[in-house]
């Protein structure tokens, strides 16, 4: 972190220093090796959150990747990139340790420490514990406005924003002591006051809610674990190797080329594959546990298909919760220590971050409009062009606010201000001469 002088003008701000950006940040170091200063491309990003993190609720004991570690943050985009998973892995004196794991998905633990690995690593500004929190268009450059440990006024010719997911809850249900999330798992676990209950209720039919299932059955040895969710029984994960090409960089020229009407058709056929689905392993061995508990006569996992959840009373004694069986009607009330809410996430609008902005930027009905290189598309003249990490999905398919395809969209990003640098620059060079 470094201090900005009152006149700087940086080529991208980047509004958020999760993965995505981090990626962004190594595909502007690479764009620059071998380039003369005045050609190279300046960036700045901020980051709400005191440090580096990635779902650090969520990084349960054993818990694995879903992707492939060559879904990295560059490999896709710079084979032989020093940032790679495998460097990292050379850098750490485990390379050969992780070869005969015999796998392609590190555990989820490791792939933060990677991460994490890659933010120290990377020369980049970033001004942690800062939050943007409007954004002006003057002049030449736009003013983006910081609140926090780096208050003040950031100037970009360029924005970039990737902001993120936010946890979605059950409708009229708010987050409390007893109630969370699922994104936050380990921490409001941590938090909970005496279990007064020895019972849990899990709601969601996902992998997040397969694993907190899971954990909490293993981890709280006396209490009962009830999975709540609206399938008859949980869905396997479509891990198949021809429907895992809808995360391939080609599907997204695809999906962005197709029709509305052929995208949803696209969505629906594949949301197996990220959406309300949980891996065969952690299924069957769920299964096992339960039917292994009903043999012996000692139930602690209960699951609850075709149900739904009609009332939820969080109070200081515990929290009571009805679960309606969706084929009888029949309702049971469950007295609880804790819900948890594996129920999802919502993409990041941003028209709360654009402010007066949005008029200037055109929107539809499932989104805003968002040009094949991922920038908004304006309806007046903007300074310069506001890129989506992220809430693009109804444009560019499932894989937009997922790793498996940052390391090539962030290259694209990249591309794309290069282009629009060097015809300003060339506009530039013009306008002197002919004075």
């Known amino acids: 972190m470094t201090a900005r002088s009152a006149d700087e003008i940086v080529d991208i701000a980047g509004i958020g220093f999760g993965p995505s950006n981090l990626a962004l940040a190594i595909a502007l170091e690479e764009h620059n090796q071998n380039l003369a200063p005045r050609q190279q491309l300046t960036a700045r990003f901020v980051e709400a959150k005191h440090r580096f993190e990635w779902h650090p609720g969520m990084l349960l004991p054993g818990a694995t990747m879903q992707i492939s570690y060559l879904k990295d943050l560059v490999t896709q985009r710079n084979v032989r990139s020093r940032y790679s998973f495998l460097n990292y892995l050379k850098e750490h004196d485990r390379l050969n340790d992780f070869i005969n794991l015999s796998t392609f998905r590190p555990t989820r633990l490791e792939f933060q420490d990677y991460l994490r690995w890659a933010a120290r690593t990377v020369d980049v500004q970033v001004d942690f514990g800062t939050t943007a929190v409007s954004i002006e268009a003057m002049g030449d450059c736009f003013e983006i406005r910081l609140d926090g440990r780096a208050g003040g006024v950031l100037r970009a010719r360029n924005i970039v924003v990737a902001v993120g997911l936010s946890a979605r809850m059950l409708d009229g249900v708010a987050a409390s002591e007893r109630v969370f999330h699922s994104h936050v798992l380990l921490p409001g676990l941590a938090a909970l006051p005496r279990l007064r209950h020895n019972r849990f209720v899990v709601i969601g039919a996902g992998q997040s809610a397969g694993e907190a299932v899971g954990h909490l059955h293993q981890t709280y040895g006396s209490s009962r674990v009830h999975a709540v969710f609206g399938k008859y029984g949980l869905t ?78 969080d109070s200081e004694d515990g929290v009571r919760v009805d679960v309606m069986h969706g084929p009888t009607g029949l309702t049971e009330t469950l007295v ?100």
Not at 289 to 305: C, K, Q, S, T
């Open 236 to 313: 396997p994960a479509d891990d198949s190797s021809y429907a895992n090409r809808i995360f391939d960089p080609a599907a997204v020229d695809d999906f962005y080329a197709s029709s509305p009407e052929l995208r949803t058709r696209l969505m629906g056929y594949h949301r197996g594959t990220n959406y309300s689905a949980v891996e065969p392993e952690l299924i069957e061995r769920l299964y096992a546990h339960e039917y292994a508990e009903r043999v012996a006569g000692d139930r602690r996992l209960f699951m609850h298909g075709a149900s739904a959840i009609t009332r939820i009373d």
């Open 336 to 435: 609880c220590d804790a819900v948890v809410c594996a129920t999802g996430f919502r993409s990041g609008d941003v028209r709360w971050l654009l402010g007066e902005l949005s008029g200037s930027v055109a929107f539809e009905d499932a989104g805003p409009q968002v040009t094949r290189d991922y920038r908004l598309v304006p309806t007046s003249p903007l300074p310069g062009d506001i890129y989506l990490q992220g809430g693009t999905e109804h444009t560019h398919g499932i894989s937009s606010s997922l790793l498996s395809n940052i390391a090539v969209r962030t290259g694209e990003i990249v591309r794309s201000v290069a282009r629009s640098a060097a015809g300003a620059r060339s506009d530039s060079a013009v306008e002197r001469a002919g004075r």
